[in-house]
């Protein structure tokens, strides 16, 4: 059985992740990339479905663990009566196109008895390899296109269609385990050094976490996450998955279980702002650059996500053999609301661009430009039409109040980029529709009843996208219309101190059942609460949802209060964005009034 989620960490190597558990146990990776069938699928199912665990024989061993400082690379420490070792796990940046999972156990003092298991899988934990040897300590797994060489310092012997191994670890040992991946029709992945594999990914971590600024005390957060965030990077593309993993539940032995490892537009512009913020300026470029590569086309064509590279199929099926993670089923592989109508997108795809040219990372593109106003002119046709909305409802269509401000965000960007940068266009039909769509929205999107915008035009249901509406700029925190429905909020979606996306007992989103603590939106709250001057209302918010990490600063996608546990995808890539961006606007509105004298900016980032 998998453990808890929150007893996982990831590490990888920028194109693909693993999950490795307090025990030892890596019980997910896709191999070659995030979105691949996994070689080890135990989360989703059992031991059969493949996993590999190094650990200590005792069974009363001390475990405790972290990341080696501004890295991905996981040291697990061990110890027992008998002595104490360290279990080191990392995978190192890729070279000539084969991928390498590295384990090392380290004595450390006297002598500690452990136990490796690995059961090779592909396919989701579908087809068992056919393996070879090579002595003792080189093992080559086979199936179809699919093929992993295993080499390690003790011998491997076979179980069952397993193999395992038994050895002692003394004080000044290294014992390594490498793992290696590549096509079964190419050479098989080389040897590597491991003591220099791991030299060389310490070197490259230290050296890319370098420019991130200072956010006061919270830079050892904002730094964890941002290091999060580029674990989910493909590097090949600059593509940001949301998250490493696929049908972790928001609700346990849930239906509520998609598939995360996909590129989505909603994250778009608070994905550029935090990576800017905080020194990151070739990523948030790379992710610039995927976002336009991406959404290149027939406007009316546009996705609400694609693949690692830009791919625009992908398709929804489930998986039989899998039971989930603590029987929460079905296991889904695609996801296919990648063919709903959300049109938020063309609000996210419009401000990156004009965040982007306006924080100088990049300068006035004319062929950029032709494609935003050919989107443009396609949402002027659709803008009025009701869509699935940002939270994805697999219910019927709606007119939801967010994605008509993103739309009112869409043409404003649009105009501001005419006066700001000189661009040509129709800049004032655009303020006409600018105009008519803010008035729209105030009035149909507005509760007069509940004191707060709602979720959907003519609904008394509330909704935290509507946090948004400030952060985007539709209406300034001084707006009572503002204050009303985060106070609304607060008194109605809040629950045990955290922000739920609306009530689904109430909400008709296609689905039974209760799920998590959205995280995102207890952010989106907490910069609300800055932006109302609430800020030690904020700072304790914030400091909650810190509390809420893993022990080695990871979150999911939503919080289960009941239970106490992280439910949803693991780790995702919009939870440690909202935290990077809220750490942000605290450190600024904290800041001295004659630090911010002189700048027009309001004390917290806005989109």
């Known amino acids: 059985m998998a453990l808890r989620i929150e007893d996982y960490a990831v590490i990888g190597d920028c194109e693909t992740a693993a999950l490795v558990g307090r025990n030892g146990s890596i019980d997910w990776l896709c191999w070659p990339r995030f979105d691949s069938g996994a070689v080890f699928a135990a989360l989703l199912g059992g031991a059969d479905n493949g996993y590999w665990k190094v650990a200590a024989t005792s069974l009363g061993a001390h475990v405790s663990r972290r990341y080696r400082e501004n890295t991905l690379i996981l040291e697990t420490d061990i110890e027992t009566e008998d002595g104490a070792a360290t279990l080191i796990d990392f995978m190192p940046l890729r070279r000539e196109g084969t991928s390498h999972l590295i384990r090392m156990v380290r004595g450390r003092s006297g002598s500690v008895a452990m136990r490796t298991d690995i059961a090779i899988r592909f396919d989701y934990g579908s087809i068992i390899p056919w393996v070879t040897r090579e002595g003792d300590h080189s093992l080559q797994a086979v199936a179809g296109p699919d ?20 050895f002692t670890v003394a004080a000044g040992d290294t014992i390594s385990f490498v793992l290696g991946y590549a096509r079964s029709f190419a050479d098989a992945p080389k040897a590597i050094n491991a003591t220099n594999a ?60 998609w598939d995360y490892r996909f590129c989505w537009l909603r994250d778009a512009t608070f994905t550029l702002l935090s990576l800017m913020n905080s020194g990151f300026h070739r990523e948030a470029e790379d992710w610039r650059l995927w976002l336009r590569r991406a959404v290149a086309g027939d406007p009316a064509q546009v996705q609400i996500m694609y693949g690692l590279a830009g791919e625009r199929r992908l398709d929804e099926w489930e998986v039989p053999w899998l039971p989930g993670y603590e029987d929460s089923r079905p296991v889904r592989i695609g996801n296919a609301a990648a063919k709903q109508l959300q049109l938020d997108i063309f ?57 008509k401000v993103m739309a009112w965000v869409a043409f404003d960007r649009a105009v501001k980029s005419v006066e700001q940068f000189g661009f040509e266009g129709p800049v004032e039909r655009w303020r006409s529709l600018r105009d008519h769509i803010h008035d729209e929205v105030c009035r149909k999107g507005y509760s007069v009843t509940r004191r707060a915008f709602v979720q959907c035009f003519g609904s008394t249901q509330l909704d935290a996208s509507t946090l948004l509406i400030p952060l985007v700029g539709f209406l300034p925190p001084s707006d009572e219309r503002v204050s009303s429905t985060v106070d ?67 979150l999911a996608e939503e919080y289960d209060t009941p239970t106490g546990r992280l439910v949803g995808n693991f780790p995702q890539a919009f939870s440690h964005v909202a935290l990077i961006n809220t750490a942000h606007n605290l450190a600024r509105a904290e800041k001295p009034a004659e630090q911010r004298s002189g700048s027009t900016r309001e004390p917290i980032e806005q989109a």
């Open 147 to 166: 093929m992993v060489v295993l080499r390690s310092d003790v011998p491997m012997r076979p179980d069952q269609f397993q193999h395992h191994a038994e």
């Open 198 to 257: 791991l030299k060389e990914t310490v070197e490259a971590w230290l050296d890319w976490a370098s420019p991130a600024k200072e956010t006061g005390r919270y830079s050892g957060a904002v730094l964890r996450s941002l290091i999060t965030l580029k674990a989910l990077t493909y590097r090949p593309t600059g593509g940001i998955v949301a998250a490493a993993t696929t049908s972790l539940p928001e609700r346990l032995a849930g239906r509520r279980n």
């Open 347 to 403: 609000g996210e795809v419009m401000d990156v661009f004009y965040q982007s040219t306006a924080k100088g990372l990049s300068s006035p593109e004319q062929s950029a430009w032709d494609l935003q106003c050919k989107l443009i002119e396609h949402l002027e046709s659709i803008w009025q039409e009701p869509d699935e909305g940002l939270w994805e409802v697999r219910g019927p269509r709606r007119h939801f109040t967010h994605s």
């Open 488 to 554: 609304a909020i607060g008194r109605h979606l809040m629950r045990d101190g955290l922000v739920l996306r609306y009530d689904t007992r109430r909400t008709r989103d296609g689905l039974k059942g209760r799920e998590g603590a959205f995280l995102a939106c207890s952010f989106w709250y907490a910069d609300n609460l800055v932006l109302l001057g609430r800020h030690r209302e904020a700072r304790e918010l914030f400091e909650n949802l810190l509390s809420l990490r893993n022990d080695v600063g990871l």
